[in-house]
């Protein structure tokens, strides 16, 4: 059973305002992903990281920036919210050694108006 | 543009009979493909998975294909149930290359009583 957890599951806030989607994982993964999907579409990678004090870009530019300072805590941030970044927002996690089986959490989906 | 295809948004099958489907890609130094389930609200959940070099891979009521030759992966399951409603996204990766997943924009797939 994955345990991997996001909070808030939904947030409606207004234009400008700052934010930080929280995700944590208890099972002591390495990996830890953000993807962001729309309605009908693929999930796209936006941040990705290997472990602690790790973090990389995924494939689909974001506005956001991640940080990793604790293995399972790897939280998200919008310095500046614009309806262009409603969308759902998943966390995922993996075991360095289960090659590609991801765990998700729920996701957040965000509505910026 | 889209390494890996859905091409159907959605699919009906009634219960009991088998649900198919489909998948295409264009990468093929992809060697990796996994199946993602998710229902509404939730993050996906694992499925199955197959290496590039199996052709299928079965687990209990579901099974995947894959032709390399075509660029092709397909899920069957069989027989369908009420509880497989959800949507199904297809995934690939290079193993040997990075560690992302590559995601299509996912089939709905509904079981009819």
């Known amino acids: 059973e994955a345990d991997i957890y996001q909070t808030p599951r939904y947030l409606v806030i207004g234009t400008g305002k700052k934010i930080t989607l929280e995700c944590s994982q208890t099972m002591g993964h390495d990996k830890m992903y953000w993807y962001q999907q729309d309605p009908g579409m693929e999930l796209h990678l936006i941040h990705y990281s290997y472990g602690v004090n790790s973090t990389e870009k995924g494939d689909l530019s974001s506005e956001s920036t991640v940080s990793r300072i604790r293995t399972e805590h790897f939280p998200l941030t919008l310095e500046s919210a614009r309806p262009s970044h409603t969308s759902q927002y998943l966390c995922?996690?993996?075991?360095?050694?289960?090659?590609?089986?991801?765990?998700f959490g729920p996701g957040t989906r965000l509505t910026v108006l | 543009d889209q390494q890996v295809k859905q091409n159907s948004p959605s699919l009906s099958v009634q219960e009991g009979r088998i649900s198919i489907l489909n998948c295409d890609y264009t990468?093929?130094?992809?060697?990796?493909f996994l199946w993602y389930k998710k229902y509404p609200a939730e993050g996906p959940t694992f499925l199955i998975s197959i290496s590039s070099i199996k052709d299928k891979n079965e687990d209990g009521r579901f099974t995947v294909f894959l032709n390399k030759s075509a660029k092709h992966l397909s899920l069957h399951i069989v027989p369908s149930q009420p509880g497989d409603s959800a949507v199904y996204f297809c995934?690939?990766?290079?193993?040997?290359?990075?560690?992302?997943?590559?995601f299509g924009k996912g089939t709905r797939l509904h079981i009819l009583p």
């Open positions: 995922a996690s993996r075991d360095k050694w289960s090659y590609n089986e991801q765990f």
């Open positions: 990468n093929s130094m992809f060697d990796y």
């Open positions: 995934a690939a990766s290079e193993r040997g290359r990075d560690d992302k997943i590559i």
